[in-house]
């Protein structure tokens, strides 16, 4: 398979649109098939909204795995592509629709069901992040891994991406709970991987293979998730500092030391986006802000608030904020998880989300600063400090052809810089179709290569998300 496959595979002689819309409906009907175009509109773009969308063939929004397997056989046939999609709630175009290809939405296929024995939860890909965790709450279980986006994004989609969030610097990301996996393959066999144990090494690390790998290689139709139980109510503290380098310079030195909970990183810009959106009270003027939380139990919180304190004293910070209230806490957090709809409002956004290992977050950080000086545009940036991953927001008039290349030339400009300081091109939101072209440049031709073929043994035909990942 060739590695340029950033649009639909090539299939002889598909009959009209209309004919294969008229075969879909009476092979699956219309229940599970969506061909109104205005209806379909809704299932085109993800979060980027990116403009190169295509329109679908048809729009699949199947209830059962039955239903996903016939989908995806009648498609092999006719080597027609398939987009799998979640919640639409991605950030690098891994769902975006493709020309004349089949988008398979999972959205209804929400059921959970919680073990409390084995400490599980078996989840069907359509179900909320947030929904899995109030399900596991009623039985004084938690599941961890933590996005932003949580009310909003889907557990297949999390799968999809090895989604992480705001406590993987302590607890991990999706990966680290996913214990199996139900897997439709590209020519419509389902495969069941893993299954309610703790420990398995029976064989390849096939589950694994498919977390993270956004849909490129298979359908998840079931996950069983582990759970683990419900950390106690955290401490929160809160500091601002004149620079970014010098909150950058505090989470080096309190993460050498102690393991928090969370440390988030907000810049001045992300604050002023994120005041200007909820007004909460944030400090305006601080050219950084740290939100940390220590969910160690009892005296143990205090020492490690202590900690975490003197190494934001020591890096220069102006005033520091702790609290030992949940709710009040909580409203810190809320202002964190408000940065990306609070940038939104500021104009186009080019979302990255780029890794480097924690004690390189200064140079990272300073550097997007200054790649943003140069190209003259707007680069917001939020961060799961404490685990060395940031997310620059190239903020850009779209309508503005000039600013748009800038905009584009710093977003290229930022994948480079975490590749040069042994960083990753993404540490959560997956490569899709937004950063396809710097993978390589990250994995070298040898990885490359392997990653292609496995591609080609999974799905020789290379219908599944076309353009997407790799």
């Known amino acids: 398979m060739s590695s340029d496959s950033s649009t639909a595979p090539q299939a002889a002689d598909h009959p009209p649109v209309q004919q294969l819309q008229t075969e879909l409906l009476q092979e ?46 009648w498609a092999a046939a006719r080597g027609i592509p398939i987009v799998p999609r979640g ?19 999972l959205d209804r296929m929400t059921a959970i069901e919680i073990d409390v024995a084995t400490r599980t939860a078996i989840v069907e890909p359509g179900a909320l992040n947030a929904q899995v965790k109030a399900a596991a709450a009623e039985h004084g279980l938690w599941y961890p891994p933590d996005p932003s986006s949580f009310e909003i994004c889907s557990i297949g989609g999390n799968v999809a991406t090895n989604a992480g969030g705001l406590c993987c610097v302590k607890y991990g990301v999706t990966t680290d709970y996913v ?28 589950v694994k293979l498919f977390v993270g790998s956004e849909g490129t290689l298979g359908i998840v139709t079931r996950a069983i998730l582990r759970l683990v139980p419900t950390p106690p109510p955290p401490a929160t503290l809160v500091a601002s500092f004149p ?30 986006a994120v005041e200007d959106y909820t007004r909460m009270g944030l400090d305006r003027s601080a050219g950084a802000l740290l939100l940390v939380q220590s969910d160690a139990p009892g005296e143990a919180a ?7 304190e003197a ?131 990250q994995l070298g031709p040898d990885v490359m290569a392997l990653t292609l073929r496995i591609k080609d043994a999974l799905d020789p035909a290379g219908i599944l998300n076309p353009g997407a990942g790799f």
């Open 28 to 73: 699956l009907g219309p229940d599970v098939v969506v061909t109104d175009p205005a209806v379909m509109d809704a299932y085109r773009t993800d979060w980027t909204r990116d403009a190169s969308a295509g329109q679908p063939l048809a729009v699949l929004r199947p209830r059962t795995v039955d239903e996903v397997q016939a989908g995806v056989r």
């Open 311 to 441: 190494a934001c004293i020591a890096n220069g910070a102006t005033e520091v904020f702790a609290t030992y209230d949940p709710e009040e806490g909580a409203g810190f957090v809320a202002a964190r998880r408000a940065a990306f709809p609070a940038v939104e409002r500021l104009g186009s956004l080019l979302l990255e989300d780029v890794g480097v290992p924690v004690p390189l977050l200064p140079t990272l950080l300073t550097g997007i600063e200054d790649i943003a000086v140069r190209n003259g545009v707007g680069i917001p940036t939020v961060a799961h400090a404490g685990d060395g991953n940031t997310h620059p927001i190239v903020v850009f008039d779209a309508a503005d052809a000039a600013m748009a290349r800038s905009a584009r030339k710093a977003f290229d400009e930022v994948l480079a810089l975490a590749i040069s300081l042994g960083g990753t091109i993404t540490g959560e939101h997956g490569i899709g179709r937004l950063k396809r072209a710097a993978l390589s440049d």
């Open 243 to 272: 620079t970014v380098q010098g909150a950058a310079d505090a989470v080096v030195a309190m993460c050498a030391r102690v393991r928090p909970a969370m440390v988030e990183l907000m810049d001045r810009a992300s604050i002023n």
């Open 87 to 105: 919640a639409g709630s991605g950030l690098s175009g891994g769902s975006l629709a493709v020309d004349g290809a089949l988008t398979l939405s």
């Open 302 to 308: 205090v020492a490690e608030v202590a900690v975490i």
């Open 179 to 206: 214990l199996g996996l139900d897997v439709v393959l590209a020519d419509g066999t389902l495969v069941k991987l893993g299954g309610q144990r703790v420990k398995d090494v029976a064989g390849l690390s096939l």
